[in-house]
């Protein structure tokens, strides 16, 4: 409405169109920020979580029989739980913070030209966590086989010399520890569908929040477009674009807990 009564070309049109880029900073700041708070405290309660669930899922599968396994996998997501708490909170939710920071001086300046620092910034989120997602799957995929060819050696060997060295019942022994090593399978199958049950209630709130945020700010910038508030506009894309990024990283870490369980 401001800009509406300006006269063409004046430098009023421009100092109205920085206030409304200003204006609605002041509105989305609590906004945006807490949804970077959810997402920190998402990321901290899934590493809390399985600091306390990996011990218990290590001795699930090592009590039965899956000894190598178990001992592969606590270690190997031990040092996954660390490397995520030092890669989240030292370089993932700063460069939020710094992409969203620099969206909002591009859209204020644009002669600055700074929306290209900040789509690298978004690509570098990008590529870190595409880097881990493959890193890390591939080493759980190779402590899996390792560990299941492991521990599938060391059954036959168990249920081949119960059938050969016990007179008599060797046979029904070797059965029995079979029944035996399935009911632990059984088990253990149910510790981890607890374990990714937990792990989705737990990121069910950031991802409900971060949608619903990003579906406002949408029609915000829908709004915007209509009334040729085109810095806003931008600010507003920027925003809902390292919103996504903050989406990316809540279901990229949750993924990878969820497949290593």
């Not at 001795?59 to 890669?87: D, M």
């Not at 060797?170 to 937990?198: D, L, M, N």
């Not at 809902?240 to 870490?253: D, E, H, R």
Request: glycine share 10%; aromatic share 8%.
């Amino acid at each position: 409405l401001a800009q509406s009564m300006s006269i063409g070309g004046s430098g009023l049109t421009k100092s109205f169109n920085t206030i409304g880029v200003l204006c609605s900073v002041t509105v989305m700041y609590d906004t945006i920020y807490s949804c970077f708070d959810v997402i920190k405290s998402s990321l901290d309660g899934i590493l809390q979580f399985m600091t306390a669930y990996i011990p218990v899922f290590s001795s699930v599968a090592a009590a039965g029989g899956n000894i190598t396994t178990g001992g592969s996998y606590y270690s190997v997501t031990l040092i996954l739980c660390e490397i995520i708490a030092v890669i989240s909170n030292k370089i993932l939710m700063p460069f939020l913070s710094i992409a969203l920071a620099i969206s909002l001086v591009a859209a204020i300046n644009p002669e600055l030209s700074f929306c290209r620092a900040a789509d690298s910034i978004k690509k570098c989120i990008q590529w870190i966590l595409g880097g881990l997602m493959t890193i890390f799957t591939g080493l759980l995929t190779i402590q899996s086989i390792t560990g299941a060819a492991t521990d599938s050696l060391a059954s036959r060997t168990a249920k081949f010399a119960a059938s050969s060295f016990i007179p008599i019942v060797g046979g029904a022994v070797s059965e029995a520890y079979s029944t035996v090593y399935g009911s632990f399978g059984v088990i253990r199958s149910g510790a981890g569908t607890i374990g990714i049950i937990i792990i989705c209630i737990i990121v069910l709130r950031p991802i409900v929040t971060i949608l619903a945020v990003k579906f406002v700010v949408t029609l915000g910038k829908i709004v915007c477009e209509l009334f040729g508030q085109h810095e806003s506009s931008e600010f507003l894309g920027g925003t809902n674009a390292v919103l996504s990024i903050g989406l990316g990283i809540v279901i990229c870490f949750s993924m990878i807990f969820i497949v290593a369980t």
